[in-house]
């Protein structure tokens, strides 16, 4: 054989080796593995098809807040179990997909991030708290999937800097509200008209509903003689009380969680200070009771609530039996509040027609008059609910409806 006949075969042979190279790495995924990488691009998120609807659950499971958390999560899972058992949403199942933030907000963050990008949701139900709320609303942004919290007060959840978070929404009232019922109710009920406000300075939630009680007292002629401070981190609250006691008042304002508040109100009674006290929903826990000593001490505590379990309306009702049953225990008010939240996120994505994320979200802001165990309400403006509140009293340690109030 020539050289020349040699040189020819051996480039026949490197040219077919090549091409069936070429072939077989067309067929390849891309070594980039873009699949879980986190787009850059401004796009409405487009989950995958199937026979289910990925709904996140981004909730303190554990962690200081954890009751909170859970709470709120045995409240979706029973109406999601309900929504399926009737047929789903547009014929698809629902897929909750449930992931702990360890009651942290920079974790919150990390798991909002991880159901948007990694596991394809088309909605975020939570945080629980508001701190890690607001820690997901760039998630939200970036991502283009809708977060709804149906528990988080602080006034700037949904606004910020005068200016409306697009995919931001909740179902519960702001502190701004609630601060201002229970000034109206200290004054007008209580006939009371001299208050010490004993707050945390640090926590914002604490902060935005001092500052809404005391203008709304002061607005019906109440008197604040003075705003004392405590934090959350604090286990000995007799300095502050005692100087407190010595004051002339007559309801104090405790706006604090219940694991605050509930040592608060021990030492508070074992001085002697008998005064009515006064808080929010973040007294709504069953362990109040233990923290705060006996339950007399609790006697005479007032707070507000999104609702109460002894409220005769059907939809009330009809709840708190099949959580009863479904849990073998009377369901609280951040149980509710998260019974309301799916059922508020079904809604939303049966009117859109389909799980394109922009369409839920245009559908969560045009909601109008949604009937839910916590009221009924409609989404305003700002992505709030316009909606009431109930007053709850504590008698003998037993949660007691006492007034509703506001739309």
């Known amino acids: 054989?020539?050289?020349?006949?040699?040189?020819?075969?051996?480039?026949?042979?490197?040219?077919?080796?090549?091409?069936?190279?070429c072939a077989n790495t067309a067929n390849e995924p891309s070594s980039g593995n873009t699949t879980n990488q986190p787009s850059n691009e401004n796009t409405t998120n487009q989950p995958s098809g199937g026979d289910t609807i990925k709904i996140g659950l981004n909730y303190e499971l554990t962690g200081a807040v954890s009751q909170y958390g859970n709470a709120c999560s045995e409240g979706i899972e029973l109406a999601a179990k309900e929504i399926n058992a009737?047929?789903?949403?547009?014929?698809?199942?629902?897929?909750?997909?449930?992931?702990?933030?360890?009651?942290?907000?920079?974790?919150?963050?990390?798991?909002a991030t991880r159901l948007a990008t990694q596991d394809k949701v088309i909605a975020i139900l939570g945080p629980a708290t508001s701190g890690a709320f607001k820690a997901t609303?760039?998630?939200?942004?970036?991502?283009?999937?809708?977060?709804?919290?149906?528990?988080?007060?602080?006034?700037?959840?949904?606004?910020?800097?005068g200016k409306v978070k697009e995919w931001v929404f909740r179902t519960c009232y702001s502190d701004n509200f609630q601060g201002s019922v229970m000034g109206s109710f200290a004054y007008s009920d209580l006939k009371t008209t001299k208050a010490v406000i004993l707050s945390d300075k640090g926590n914002d939630y604490s902060q935005g509903l001092s500052d809404s009680f005391k203008k709304s007292f002061v607005n019906l002629s109440g008197t604040i003689v003075a705003e004392e401070y405590i934090t959350e981190t604090d286990t000995d609250f007799s300095p502050v009380l005692t100087k407190i006691n010595g004051m002339d008042f007559d309801v104090l304002y405790l706006p604090t969680y219940y694991e605050t508040a509930g040592p608060v109100i021990k030492?508070?009674?074992?001085?002697?200070?008998?005064?009515?006290?006064?808080?929010?929903?973040g007294y709504d826990s069953e362990t109040i009771v233990d923290l705060a000593?006996?339950?007399?001490?609790?006697?005479?505590?007032?707070?507000?609530?999104?609702?109460?379990?002894?409220?005769?309306?059907?939809?009330?009702?009809?709840?708190?039996?099949?959580?009863k049953a479904a849990?073998?225990?009377?369901?609280?008010?951040?149980?509710?509040?998260?019974?309301?939240?799916?059922?508020?996120?079904?809604?939303?994505?049966?009117?859109?027609?389909?799980?394109?994320?922009?369409?839920?979200?245009?559908?969560?802001?045009?909601?109008?008059?949604?009937?839910?165990?916590?009221?009924?309400?409609?989404?305003?403006?700002?992505?709030?609910?316009?909606?009431?509140?109930?007053?709850?009293?504590?008698?003998?340690?037993?949660?007691?409806?006492?007034?509703?109030?506001?739309?």
């Open 1 to 21: 054989m020539s050289k020349r006949k040699i040189i020819c075969l051996i480039l026949t042979a490197f040219m077919i080796i090549t091409a069936a190279g």
């Open 86 to 111: 009737s047929g789903g949403i547009n014929g698809k199942q629902i897929e909750l997909i449930k992931v702990d933030n360890k009651s942290d907000n920079n974790e919150s963050m990390n798991v």
């Open 137 to 161: 609303a760039s998630v939200a942004e970036s991502y283009k999937v809708p977060v709804i919290s149906c528990s988080s007060t602080a006034n700037d959840v949904t606004v910020q800097d």
């Open 267 to 281: 030492q508070a009674r074992a001085i002697g200070m008998d005064v009515p006290i006064l808080g929010a929903d």
């Open 293 to 323: 000593g006996s339950k007399e001490a609790l006697n005479n505590v007032y707070f507000t609530n999104h609702y109460s379990s002894q409220d005769t309306s059907p939809e009330v009702v009809k709840f708190v039996s099949d959580f």
């Open 327 to 407: 849990k073998s225990q009377e369901p609280n008010g951040f149980n509710a509040l998260g019974y309301d939240l799916m059922y508020f996120t079904a809604d939303a994505i049966k009117r859109a027609g389909s799980t394109d994320t922009t369409a839920i979200k245009d559908a969560l802001a045009s909601t109008k008059d949604f009937e839910g165990v916590t009221g009924t309400f409609s989404i305003d403006e700002n992505h709030d609910p316009l909606k009431s509140t109930v007053v709850i009293e504590f008698k003998d340690g037993i949660q007691t409806f006492r007034a509703k109030a506001g739309v």
